[in-house]
């Protein structure tokens, strides 16, 4: 863990489910305690993600479920597998803590139930553990301080979360999916708001975002700055020029958003 009082945010992907040129969304949150992983992406792409970030399995103790689609979920099964694993062969030590709503716990059991060999089952409940949250649990992850809501998604249940960090700030996490207004007392004022951005206000035709019911960039911001947040962080996107991403993402923010706008790349890291 570090030795000051830093607080990090490594984006390990930034793109939306059907992406190709980077990873679908995850990140881990760090802090001089507790290094938290949120979600883990569509597959074992996210091994390759950790190490490229130089991040080590054994020093993940902590993972944060937002929902049960592929993109976001089936990552964690990939996690959870080899922390058993290296945990049973010595090289990894403690426990891994998952948490999630009733629908993601019911998923993983189930992968893990039809997936996994049943030596590595049996360590459920033992190396893994799997906590159940419901919306408006508070849990205290190390030095974190967790608030989990539900986004109400017409898709599929979801959970966001705000995070009380130990430097004084507050960070909050949308999920995959545009800002909900019965959520404004979570949001409301943040340091950090996380926010999906599916593509520019101009694509809006190629890209359909309404209708897969996520939003534009022009929409994330504005909704940025009717909440007053200071910081907002966009991902969850589109790839097909993604070299060009950061520019324009974040011309097209900054003219509807007065705060700090960060576009992030894979593998990119923040201090918040």
Not at 61 to 72: C, E, I, Q, S, W
Not at 247 to 272: F, M
Request: charge should be negative.
């Amino acid at each position: 863990m570090q030795t000051d009082n830093t607080c990090t945010i490594t984006l390990l992907g930034t793109g939306n489910a059907l992406v190709t040129k980077c990873y679908n969304t995850c990140f881990t949150l760090r802090t001089p305690e507790t290094l938290l992983l949120v979600d883990a992406g569509g597959g074992n792409g996210i091994l390759t993600q950790l190490e490229k970030a130089q991040i080590k399995l054994g020093d993940i103790h902590h993972l944060f479920v937002t929902h049960a689609h592929t993109d976001h979920i089936i990552g964690v099964l990939w996690v959870l597998r080899l922390f058993i694993q290296y945990n049973m062969r010595g090289s990894i030590e403690g426990q891994l803590h998952i948490y999630g709503h009733d629908k993601a716990i019911l998923v993983l059991k189930t992968m893990v139930e039809l997936m996994l060999p049943g030596k590595l089952q049996k360590q459920i409940g033992k190396i893994v553990l799997l906590h159940e949250l419901k919306a408006e649990d508070s849990i205290q992850v190390g030095d974190l301080n967790i608030t989990c809501f539900d986004i109400l998604s017409t898709k599929e249940k979801q959970f966001g979360f705000t995070a009380q960090l130990p430097n004084g700030k507050r960070l909050c996490c949308l999920g995959d999916e545009p800002y909900n207004p019965i959520n404004q007392k979570y949001v409301e004022h943040a340091d950090w708001l996380l926010a999906e951005a599916f593509c520019l206000y101009e694509q809006r035709e190629t890209f359909k975002p309404y209708e897969k019911n996520h939003v534009t960039v022009k929409d994330a911001a504005e909704q940025a700055q009717s909440l007053d947040v200071s910081n907002l962080l966009l991902y969850h996107t589109e790839d097909k020029n993604i070299e060009r991403r950061k520019e324009l993402y974040t011309a097209e923010a900054k003219a509807y958003y007065q705060g700090n706008v960060y576009v992030p790349n894979d593998l990119e890291t923040i201090i918040l």
